[in-house]
């Protein structure tokens, strides 16, 4: 008879930093369709978000150490970004501030399972490579640098984005990259996003933007992965209810369950997959424990309203199933 054990493991003590987007997320969550041209009932709320910082705040609920990269007004907002942040255990001391657009905002509507989004990126778009190189000097410890896809999209930052991959990578850090959004891929174009990644070492995509990516609207997932795997050394495949797909250069490939949940809104559970798969593998698990912690993470994410943590935590540890 086939057993199965449970084995904690501890999650990585390397520091990460974390580029791109800052914003406030004004969240309204409703039921059934939006009345157009008059009134639709929704709970609406202003939380925190942006995908990196809330990458970087749900690292830190994971007990990783790290510091968010990026730019923030100097209004209001931005000192209620920056305060949630800091006490949900994120660095922002990488964080500049500027008088010379205000801190990003974001609409977010969110229905069942689907999120939509109407975005002013204010001062994400004043990230340059200084930044970067202001964090990577300052943070001697850092092991790893995730990038928000959010940073290659936008023309004004791009060069950051690309500057930071390279920079990392030419300081020993690894490296990682979450493609951001379908649509904003599309207008990009696929191949393109894929020449800016080209090298690193996890891809993180949903199915719709990994499809756009490699302009394939036909294969599985696995099939997906495995092509991407071959422009970054490994690629994490979202499927939402049905799990995530892993597969590295070498052709190896892991698969994970959804973790069941309650979803009250999607949003930021992406970015809530992406630490959780990222502090399991830089502590060395294989690709399924990561795969299921992020999952984890991912189901805390949908069963809350916002793209962060409820609350500072004590750290979830990610599990291994040892059969």
Request: charged letters at 20%; aromatic letters at 4%; proline letters at 4%.
């Amino acid at each position: 008879m086939t057993r199965t054990r449970v084995v904690e493991t501890r999650p990585s003590r390397h520091r990460v930093l974390v580029v791109g987007d800052i914003v406030t997320d004004i969240l309204a969550v409703y039921s059934g369709s939006v009345a157009v041209g008059s009134d639709t009932a929704a709970d609406i709320s202003l939380t925190g978000g942006g995908s990196a910082a809330n990458t970087a705040a749900w690292l830190a609920t994971v007990g990783s150490p790290v510091d968010l990269v990026g730019v923030a007004g100097t209004d209001v907002a931005g000192d209620d970004r920056l305060t949630e942040l800091a006490e949900a255990g994120v660095g922002c001391t990488w964080v500049r501030r500027s008088a010379d657009s205000p801190t990003g905002s974001v609409i977010v509507l969110a229905h069942a399972a689907e999120r939509s989004m109407l975005c002013d990126r204010g001062a994400n778009l004043l990230l340059v490579s200084s930044d970067v190189d202001a964090a990577l000097t300052g943070a001697a410890d850092a092991a790893h640098l995730h990038l928000s896809g959010y940073t290659l999209l936008d023309d004004s930052s791009r060069a950051a984005g690309c500057y930071a991959l390279a920079a990392a990578a030419e300081r020993g850090l690894s490296t990682s990259v979450d493609a951001a959004s379908a649509a904003p891929l599309r207008r990009t174009g696929g191949p393109v996003f894929l020449d800016w990644v080209r090298g690193t070492d996890v891809l993180f995509a949903n199915l719709d933007e990994a499809r756009t990516l490699l302009e394939d609207d036909r294969s599985e997932p696995t099939l997906l992965a495995l092509a991407l795997a071959r422009v970054a050394r490994h690629a994490a495949v979202k499927l939402g209810p049905d799990g995530a797909v892993w597969a590295g250069e070498d052709g190896t490939v892991a698969v994970a369950p959804a973790v069941p949940a309650s979803v009250v809104d999607p949003t930021g559970a992406g970015d809530a997959f992406a630490a959780g798969v990222l502090v399991a593998w830089l502590a060395g698990e294989d690709a399924e424990t990561a795969l299921h912690s992020g999952a984890r993470l991912g189901a805390r994410a949908v069963s809350v309203v916002g793209g962060r943590p409820l609350r500072v935590e004590r750290p979830v540890r990610p599990v291994r199933q040892v059969r």
